[in-house]
């Protein structure tokens, strides 16, 4: 899931330097709400597992 926040940075990145600013913004939406879901997910992962071993 990070991976494909990145892709769509990069796509923002030279969406933007090109001048397609709606294409630039809504894959910059799209890297953020993956980016949140990847935290979100990660420290469910992490609260699970120190609750295993407990």
């Known amino acids: 899931m990070l ?13 933007g330097a090109l001048g397609f600013g709606g294409i630039a913004g809504a894959s910059t939406g799209i890297a953020q709400i993956l980016f949140f879901i ?15 071993k407990a």
């Open 3 to 15: 991976y494909y926040a990145v892709v769509f940075l990069i796509i923002a990145i030279i969406a």
């Open 38 to 52: 990847f935290l979100g997910l990660l420290l469910l992962s992490l609260i699970a597992s120190i609750i295993r």
